[in-house]
């Protein structure tokens, strides 16, 4: 009875625990599962320490203007095809999403972003201040050496909620694509005769003119970027009547939806050349800096101020707004970001 115990204890020696090895064989399946699900994220890493190696090496090689941009070549054709995506996919997705739902709906959820637009806002700009007013980022020689600055500029609350206005209800939806509207003030020369003031235009060749004064005045300009709020607010509109219109849009609607699905995968393709395009901008940064070290200590308190801001912002402020609205576990919805936001910080932008 002896020898059968022992030739069992021998096999399950040789054998291993069945138990054991299925657990071991979970475990693998679970490692290979979470590795092909965050392999975007590994190569997006990757990707970032291989610009930084790439960089400090090739510095010692003093290369040309032309060998650099031959090195960032790539990274900025990365660039040109994330921008290129952001209009159609913002278009496509909002329009077929706000046809979906009805009325009612957009109505509140336009109200509601708006207040969310604006209370974030004007939280984001007092932080901002707040904090380079107690940090003092970036070299306080600069302003030493360069002075006051010559340009005539006046800072105007009323301004840039006037400019708000005015890039949420634009005037040329083409435009908008590429502009937007900002206020500034231009000197203009107001020419004062017997105690009256008249502009250029009227009295410029008046033999009365007794003097002639500067005056800054309001002037309307464009400038370039992407006008995002005019754009969904125009699309939000539009897509809001398209859901009203029933089945005479529905060929519309799918349409938008087709766009919105073929734009995703368009941006999925090109969101894997993330580790060449990231390593190549990172690279070619480091190789057009001339004195690494005294931009590294200038800018660190300048990148240490924004990254405090960003992270009370995105740790303190929103996390009590998600909590507050929404009222579940800020954490878990930040975990799925991670991939959007290590890309949005590789490629700085959003």
């Known amino acids: 009875m002896e020898r059968p ?21 979970s475990k693998l399946r679970q490692i290979k599962r979470w590795l092909r699900k965050n392999l975007l994220l590994l190569v997006t890493v990757s990707g970032v320490f291989f610009g930084v190696v790439l960089g400090v090496g090739l510095r010692p090689l003093h290369l040309s203007p032309d060998a650099i941009l031959l090195v960032s070549y790539p990274g900025e054709l990365f660039m040109r095809l994330l921008k290129l995506m952001i209009l159609p996919l913002v278009i496509a997705s909002l329009i077929a999403g706000a046809a979906s739902l009805n009325a009612k709906m957009n109505g509140r959820l336009a109200i509601r972003t708006m207040v969310y637009f604006l209370l974030t806002s004007l939280f984001n700009a007092a932080l901002g201040v707040a904090l380079a007013l107690v940090m003092h980022p970036g070299d306080p020689e600069t302003k030493r050496i360069l002075g006051a600055g ?30 937007q509207a900002h206020t500034v003030y231009v000197p203009r020369q107001v020419y004062v005769r017997n ?61 938008f939806s087709a766009v919105d699905e073929v734009i995703m995968k368009m941006v999925t393709g090109v969101m894997w050349l993330t580790p060449i395009g990231v390593s190549s901008v990172i690279a070619g940064k480091i190789l057009s800096v001339e004195n690494l070290g005294l931009v590294t200590v200038q800018l660190g308190w300048f990148i240490f101020t924004v990254v405090l801001g960003v992270l009370l912002y995105q740790l303190v402020f929103m996390q009590l707004i998600y909590l507050a609205i929404v009222r579940r576990n800020p954490f878990k919805f930040y975990c799925g970001l991670i991939q959007a936001t290590l890309t949005a910080f590789a490629t700085a932008s959003t």
Request: hydrophobic share 45%; with cysteine.
């Open 195 to 255: 105690g009256t003031e008249n502009d250029t235009a009227i009295a410029s060749v008046d033999i009365d003119i007794l003097k002639a004064n500067i005056r800054m005045v309001r002037d309307i300009q464009y400038r370039e970027g992407t006008n995002t709020l005019g754009i969904i607010f125009f699309c939000l509109v539009f897509g809001t009547v398209l859901g009203t219109l029933g089945r005479k849009a529905r060929v519309v609607v799918e349409f």
């Open 5 to 25: 115990n022992r030739f069992s204890d021998f096999l399950l020696s040789t054998m291993g625990d069945p138990t054991a090895a299925a657990a071991s064989c």
């Open 150 to 179: 010559t340009e005539h500029r006046e800072v105007n609350i009323l301004d840039g909620f006037l400019d708000l206005g005015r890039n949420i209800f634009p005037d040329n939806l083409f435009q908008a694509a590429f502009q």
